[in-house]
């Protein structure tokens, strides 16, 4: 059962422990004693290795229930008020869904409002029901905590997303999939279904690669995804090596996301480097 969303404090080695239960809600902050800082999350069916950078996963269904869900035309009935209540029912008779959606697959995600009233507010999502695949059911999603619909009365012209966490399912950045959020780095090998620790500030041992394209960190620059070869997933390389005299742009591209700063001792390509990440404090 989970038990808190604040700071948990780890002692060493608690961060390569994993577990077939939840303990945690996803995103629970974790601190060493040395102040390097991790994140809970959930594995895929798929078993990571140690050091690689991993990225928010892909959403459910190629993302039909991330935009333009319309509340159920009863809102509010006689089960809801119209503020300060943590259920809602959301409408997917329209989508084309290929498989059942699990229940609570957007537990510590998040519902958003990207038009109508109301638009402009995120809520935590604790739970919901699980979707027909022919979607001729509604989707019932119950609120997190106190995070209630008190600032703007939903109706039915209110569109709706749902988010999954971006800590549910990481998978490795790759040139092959479609580069999302960084998450962090994997402490150690993470088998697969599992709930683990992964590292997302201080110093941390990750995996280096590049090719003609890219470059090998350098100490005291920043570092981001290695996204040019497809077989070397969940690497990372440096950019502002890359630059030229003129400070035009060299590939990696700058508008990459900086997950941190090489640090210490110079990495080598195919080997592992130190990295001071910065990615989630």
Not at 160 to 186: C, E, F, H, M, R
Not at 204 to 231: E, K, L, M, N
Request: aromatic residues 8%; hydrophobic residues 40%.
């Amino acid at each position: 059962m989970a038990i808190s969303t604040d700071t948990v404090s780890l002692s060493y080695g608690m961060e390569k422990a994993t577990t077939t239960n939840k303990r945690h809600p996803l995103g629970t902050r974790g601190v060493l004693p040395d102040g390097r800082i991790f994140r809970y999350a959930e594995n895929s069916a798929t078993a990571l290795e140690a050091g690689r950078l991993v990225q928010s996963g892909a959403t459910f269904q190629g993302g039909d229930f991330d935009m333009d869900l319309a509340i159920e035309s009863t809102y509010p009935d006689t089960d809801f008020n119209a503020l300060g209540d943590l259920d809602l029912t959301i409408v997917t008779s329209d989508l084309t869904l290929g498989t059942v959606l699990p229940a609570d697959f957007y537990a510590d995600g998040w519902m958003y409002i990207n038009d109508g009233p109301g638009e402009g507010h995120i809520y935590r999502i604790s739970s919901h029901t699980s979707q027909d695949s022919d979607a001729s059911t509604a989707l019932r999603v119950h609120l997190a905590g106190d995070d209630a619909l008190v600032s703007t009365a939903l109706t039915t012209a209110s569109l709706v997303g749902l988010i999954a966490s971006k800590y549910y399912q990481p998978v490795p950045t790759d040139l092959d999939t479609t580069l999302t959020v960084p998450v962090g780095v994997t402490p150690a090998a993470i088998a697969a279904s599992v709930f683990f620790w992964v590292q997302t500030w201080g110093l941390c041992s990750v995996w280096i690669t590049t090719d003609s394209a890219g470059a090998v960190p350098v100490v005291g620059r920043t570092v981001v995804p290695q996204i040019t070869t497809s077989d070397e997933a969940g690497s990372v390389t440096g950019v502002t090596t890359l630059q030229t005299s003129d400070n035009t742009v060299g590939i990696p591209e700058l508008n990459l996301p900086v997950i941190g700063v090489a640090a210490v001792i110079a990495a080598v390509d195919s080997d592992y480097g130190l990295v001071d990440l910065r990615i989630s404090p």
